[in-house]
């Protein structure tokens, strides 16, 4: 696998220390446009008439999205190089917003815009991750990714916010919120093409498809494979599955409760639960020694407990509590992972195996679309509570695969 590819590690040629910055806007922009939608949920609710199973379903779209964002970027600029893909990927961002300020009204176009935005934010997060890395050469291992999550979830915080609060008292409330961002993002593909290369389109490898030799960017290097199954599986998920039951399921369970506030405690919630998240990623830097993927789990446990506890009583507060546990989790976890997706990747391959990373970690935002679904059979009190066994499960997994694998060595 590591013997043909069709790039190679460049140096940049001058590299400057504020390269990366450029691919930090660029990630920050894709993660703003990601997650902008979020508190509008109730809006789509009140303003479009669409249900609660219609509005999480627009959050699946997003996922569906980005698994080809995720799984094919990475492996593409692992080969032809991270410039082209990422400024493809803020373009899509841009367009994604454009299709979202005239489609309100219309599913499918939600649907559409959605699907783009997937796309987008998966190329940024499985390319940016890996650019940031590479132009961070030289410096503390667990520096880079410690600002490619922080840059991506600060997009996803200031997104939020501005597009609640654009909602909550801004004129056009289902256009303007789109059209910031759309004029942010319009401005970044220009600065990213001066941006130095880290990786040399080459020749295809001889006798190998194209399909199959990107897959190979895909796959696990079999000595860290043990610990990827142990620890990074049980984990990823709960990365995102954090994030949609603090912002997409909790807001609408309390909104009852709020009133004519929903919108700005639906956005107060997701801000609280990133905040947190990029708040608690220097603590979660001096976990060593495999204790991060352990934490991460048992905050998400507690993050857990308290939404099946919220969903009994319907307490705003309480699930204000709820978010900003989760959000403690979240920011654990999205690091942990990470620094173990880099410690376990060739320099050929970081970018697909950051890809496989993230696309798990997002299948966890499928979770509120799942819990609306199964709604029409079993209450949320109920299904919280299983949610709250699963993580249960998944730590004690976790916390034997740490033990097992640092014993093995691997």
Aim: hydrophobic share 55%.
């Amino acid at each position: 696998m590591l013997e043909t590819r069709q790039a190679t590690a460049v140096k940049p040629p001058a590299p400057r220390r504020s390269s990366w910055r450029v691919v930090a806007v660029a990630m920050f922009l894709c993660g703003w446009g990601g997650n902008q939608f979020t508190p509008l949920l109730l809006m789509y609710r009140r303003l479009g008439g669409y249900s609660m199973l219609d509005v999480d379903a627009f959050l699946g779209a997003y996922v569906v999205g980005l698994v080809p964002g995720l799984l094919l970027a990475g492996p593409v600029s692992d080969r032809r190089g991270r410039r082209p893909v990422l400024v493809a990927g803020t373009v899509a961002s841009a367009l994604a917003s454009l299709v979202l300020c005239f489609g309100g009204q219309s599913p499918w176009a939600i649907y559409a815009g959605r699907l783009v935005t997937g796309v987008a934010v998966g190329i940024a997060m499985a390319v940016g991750s890996s650019w940031v890395k590479e132009l961070s050469s030289g410096e503390d291992g667990a520096l880079p990714a410690r600002r490619a999550s922080l840059c991506q979830t600060a997009g996803f915080a200031l997104g939020a916010a501005v597009a609640g609060a654009l909602a909550q008292w801004g004129p056009w409330p289902m256009v303007s919120p789109y059209v910031v961002h759309l004029l942010l993002t319009a401005a970044v593909p220009v600065p990213l093409l001066r941006v130095p290369e880290t990786r040399a389109p080459g020749p295809h490898p001889e006798g190998r498809g194209v399909l199959a030799s990107l897959l190979d960017d895909l796959r696990i290097p079999a000595p860290a494979r043990r610990r990827f199954r142990l620890v990074v599986l049980p984990m990823a998920p709960w990365v995102f599955g954090a994030a949609g039951l603090a912002y997409a399921v909790m807001p609408q369970l309390v909104d009852t409760r709020v009133g004519e506030w929903g919108l700005v405690y639906a956005t107060g919630l997701t801000v609280l639960m990133l905040g947190m998240g990029v708040a608690v990623q220097p603590v979660a830097k001096r976990l060593r020694g495999g204790r991060a993927p352990v934490a991460a789990m048992g905050v998400m446990l507690a993050g857990a407990v308290l939404c099946a506890a919220g969903a009994v009583v319907l307490s705003p507060w309480l699930a204000a509590a709820a978010a900003a546990v989760l959000g403690a989790g979240y920011g654990i976890a999205v690091v942990s992972g990470l620094l173990e997706i880099q410690r376990m990747a060739g320099a050929d391959d970081l970018a697909g195996l950051t890809g496989i990373y993230y696309m798990l970690a997002y299948a966890g935002f499928l979770l509120p679309a799942l819990l609306a679904g199964l709604s029409a059979w079993l209450s949320y009190p109920v299904m919280l509570a299983a949610v709250a066994c699963a993580a249960l499960i998944c730590l004690a997994v976790v916390a034997t695969g740490v033990r097992v694998t640092a014993r093995a060595g691997h």
